[in-house]
Nanobody
Framework: QVQLVESGGGLVQPGGSLRLSCAASGIIFRLYGMAWYRQAPGKQRELVAAITSGRSTNYADSVKGRFTISRDNAKNTVYLQMSSLKPEDTAVYYC??????????WGQGTQVTVSS
């Protein structure tokens, strides 16, 4: 059974940084493209960043140059380094398979709040 556990969120001031982590179990992690998604109140879940099994990356236009996705296959973990955070980045952040794959059951997510 696939399990995804996100962590690292919190309250941060505009311009600040956070590093999110997502630990995956129940899959052969290295074979899958992974992605971070976010859902703000009243909005649909959207793709933020993705990384293939070969470590190619792509980003939503709204986060390019500010966010970096990476992965550690030895730890079955995908990361999202977020910098220059803006209030509009406030959302619950989730990880899951990238759009190439059918999504697994969603984890609980991790709340990121950007506010002064």
């Amino acid at each position: 059974q696939v399990q995804l556990v996100e962590s690292g969120g919190g309250l941060v001031q505009p311009g600040g940084s956070l590093r999110l982590s997502c630990a995956a179990s129940g899959i052969i992690f290295r074979l899958y493209g992974m992605a971070w998604y976010r859902q703000a109140p009243g909005k649909q879940r959207e793709l933020v960043a993705a990384i293939t099994s070969g470590r190619s990356t792509n980003y939503a236009d709204s986060v390019k140059g500010r966010f970096t996705i990476s992965r550690d296959n030895a730890k079955n973990t995908v990361y999202l380094q977020m910098s220059s955070l803006k209030p509009e980045d406030t959302a619950v952040y989730y990880c899951n398979a990238d759009s190439t794959w059918k999504p697994w059951p969603w984890g609980q997510g991790t709340q990121v709040t950007v506010s002064s």
